[in-house]
């Protein structure tokens, strides 16, 4: 919450500087509109050819977005300037298993990144920023957030659950998120990782489900996705920002979002996994506060316009232990310093919810047989207040 406090203010002050800079191009634009319009878009091209790598091979996908196979040691994270001498890694240092269930549950294959297509070896996927995302980015900064949460006090080093995937309906402005994060410290000093999946068509320039990260160092503004380096990719299809190409059915079959988290011993990276693959990782170094986290947390988000009604939050439906109704995290976990993942402890559940007039959310502890540790959260459209 306290990050989202401060994310406002900080984008409130971007959009009045935006407002201005606006108000200040168009004076110059009647006195040499030519000139002035071009040194814009040279700007912007400037940035987006520092974001955007030669790549070795481009793939157009379905959902609309381009994808660029780019040389994975040439892309876009190692321009951060912390990340000058570091060495990439291709797999942490700890082992996991895959695990099965029974549910009725659609596959994960290719559910989050490139589909008939895949990059070349030694290349990785990266959605490729338009000059279109430049501007709306600037655009993001008029939002007003209202989230709910599920949270533990203790020292953490990983997190993970699977997620149902659910298509909730959003408006221009509007984001609807269902995730998992670790956190630590407050105020200025927050850092955070926050992955799942959400709606936001300012982001993406659609209405579709997309595979999302946020990540935010101290009182810098935090990135979506790759937006600003940091995120080293390392695997061949799955990608950060890409559309989820299916979603659940009510009371129907579930599409899944398998997230887990976990700080490397050993090089204190942050190793992100989707679908129990291995997708990349956030280093160490991107963090002024991040050697552990003390909070750790599950459940949704919406943003709106201030004075607008938030959006649907999950399915839309209100938590009732029916997991074909309301969206739901199962098997739950983190770890502590065992560094093993256990079911976290019912007695240490804290719920942080600042909209309890349209959503809830609900830990069930261990529901025991494919469920595991699970919570379910959400709630239809309605106003917040304020
Ligand atoms: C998203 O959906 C709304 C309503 O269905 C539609 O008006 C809008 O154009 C869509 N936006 C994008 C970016 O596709
Ligand atoms: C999370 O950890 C638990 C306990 O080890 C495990 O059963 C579950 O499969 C893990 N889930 C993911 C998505 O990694």
């Known amino acids: ?60 996908v379905e959902a609309g977005y381009i994808v660029d196979c780019v040389d994975i040691y ?35 294959k290719s559910l989050y990144g490139l589909q008939k297509v895949s990059c070349p070896k030694g290349t990785v996927p990266i ?20 989230c709910i949460t599920f949270t533990f006090r203790w020292s953490y080093y990983g997190v993970n659950g699977t997620t149902s995937v659910w298509h909730p309906s ?29 709606v936001f068509p300012q982001l993406y320039n659609d209405n579709y489900t997309h595979l999302y990260t946020y990540w935010k160092s101290g ?73 552990e986290a003390d909070e750790v947390g599950w459940g949704g988000l919406t943003v709106t316009p201030s004075g607008t009604d938030s959006p649907a939050m999950g399915t839309g439906g209100l938590p009732n232990g029916d997991f074909g109704y309301a969206c739901y995290f199962r098997n739950v976990a983190y770890q502590t310093v065992s560094r093993k993942f256990i079911g976290p402890v019912t007695s240490l559940a804290a719920t942080l919810n600042d909209c309890p007039n349209c959503y809830n959310v609900r830990y069930y502890g261990d529901k025991g047989g494919q469920f595991g540790y699970s919570l379910q959260f959400g709630g239809p459209p309605c106003s917040c207040g304020k």
Not at 21 to 40: E, G, H, W
Not at 183 to 194: C, L, P, R
């Open 74 to 108: 040439k892309q876009p994270a190692f321009d951060h300037p912390l990340l000058q001498n570091h060495k990439l890694l291709i797999k942490p240092s700890f082992e996991r298993k895959d695990t099965q269930t029974s549910m009725k549950i659609s596959p994960t």
């Open 219 to 291: 009182n810098a503004n935090g990135c979506y996705n790759i937006l600003c380096n940091g995120f080293v990719q390392t695997a061949q299809i799955y990608f950060v920002g890409s559309r989820i190409s299916r979603t659940s059915v009510y009371r129907g079959t579930m599409t899944e979002l398998p997230i887990s988290l976990v700080q490397d011993p050993a090089s204190k990276n942050w190793w992100l996994s989707v679908a129990f693959k291995t997708i990349g990782y956030f280093p160490a170094h991107l963090f002024s506060n991040l050697k």
């Open 170 to 198: 959003v408006v221009k402005g509007q984001e609807s998120a269902g995730h998992l994060y670790v956190q630590n410290g407050n105020g200025d000093g927050t850092n955070k990782i926050v992955v799942g999946w959400h």
């Open 1 to 60: 919450m306290i990050h989202h406090q401060n994310k406002r203010i900080v984008k409130m002050m971007n959009m009045l500087f935006f407002v201005f800079y606006l108000a200040t191009s168009t004076t110059v634009y009647t006195v040499d509109s030519l000139q002035r319009m071009s040194k814009d878009d040279l700007e912007l091209e400037r940035q987006l050819s520092l974001i955007n790598k030669s790549p070795i091979k481009s793939i157009h």
């Open 127 to 146: 959605r490729r920023v338009t000059k279109n995302d430049l501007i709306q980015d600037k655009y993001l900064f008029n939002d007003h957030c209202s």
